[in-house]
């Protein structure tokens, strides 16, 4: 059984930063792509971003592209989600998911299969 804990979310100011982390754990981490979420109150989740299994590619949302980052040390089983430039609309519950698939990278919810509790990001104006 796949395992996601995120971590790092957090209060901070409009253009601020946050670093979010997913550890994995269940199966062998470097052999799948990975991706984060975000769901804000009253919305659907929506993506984010997602990384291929050797962390060469990523791929953003329109909306965070140039202020996100995302990356994975795949020797320490783990995905970060390097946040810069955030606005009040990041304000979210962020998860970290992982597909079953061995695709190069997925961008919609479904693909994934398993995913993390969240960690809430809250940016004040």
């Known amino acids: 059984q796949v395992q996601l804990v995120e971590s790092g979310g957090g209060l901070v100011q409009a253009g601020g930063s946050l670093r979010l982390s997913c550890a994995a754990s269940?199966?062998?981490?470097?052999?799948?792509?990975m991706g984060w979420f975000r769901q804000a109150p009253g919305k659907e989740r929506e993506f984010v971003a997602a990384?291929?299994?050797?962390?060469?590619?990523?791929y953003y949302a329109d909306s965070v592209k140039g202020r996100f980052t995302l990356s994975r040390d795949n020797a320490k089983n783990t995905m970060y989600l390097q946040m810069n430039s955030l606005k009040p609309e990041d304000t979210a519950v962020y998860y970290c998911?992982?597909?079953?698939?061995?695709?190069?990278?997925?961008?919609?919810?479904?693909?994934?299969?398993?995913w993390g509790q969240g960690t809430q990001v809250t940016v004040s104006s």
């Open positions: 998911a992982a597909p079953t698939g061995r695709g190069f990278y997925y961008r919609q919810e479904y693909e994934y299969d398993y």
């Open positions: 269940g199966r062998a981490f470097s052999s799948y792509a």
């Open positions: 990384i291929s299994w050797s962390g060469i590619s990523t």
